[in-house]
């Protein structure tokens, strides 16, 4: 996937991002939440940057922040409350802030890859898995149309995804 991924310029990156994350605001699943927990993006996944700046005034917006061996999933209040956390990845500060996991209505989840089965394949350290084990939103997948494949290898904790999103199509 690395090796795919470097076949596309930043720039066409960023475009198809915006097609998914279109395609995204236009499910049901999307519409009707009004807690959704995102993601901000590392260089080759999904861009959602955007996304979360057009949505986080109008929706409640939960971004992961690396604790330990576990995500936990705090709100985004704008980028004056981001901090490069783990990875580098942006995480929100507001740390006092808890959240009930309970009223969270969708999960975006990033991927290495995606299958036609609706499996993922993370990064091995398995944060999502142990996420998602806990949560009963549906769990939206988003990627580019190469990082989809017919079938990739799963294990017995994976979790599925209810529905996968690329610029192409919505599984």
Known sequence: MASRKKEY?????????????AKLEQ???????????????????????GFIEKWYKKKKILLPVIEGNDLKLLPYTGTDELKIGTFGILEPTSANETTDEKNIDLIIIPGVAFDRQRNRLGRG???????????????????????????????PFDKKMDCIITENEII
């Open 9 to 21: 310029s930043k720039i066409i990156l960023s475009e198809l991002s915006g097609q998914i994350m």
């Open 27 to 49: 499910t049901e699943l999307f519409i009707n939440a009004s807690c959704v927990a995102l993601y901000h993006a590392i260089s080759g996944e999904v861009q959602t940057a």
């Open 125 to 155: 350290k398995g944060y999502y898995d142990r996420l998602l084990s806990t949560l009963t939103a549906p769990k939206i997948g988003i990627c580019f149309g190469f990082q989809l494949e017919n079938k990739i290898p799963t294990e």
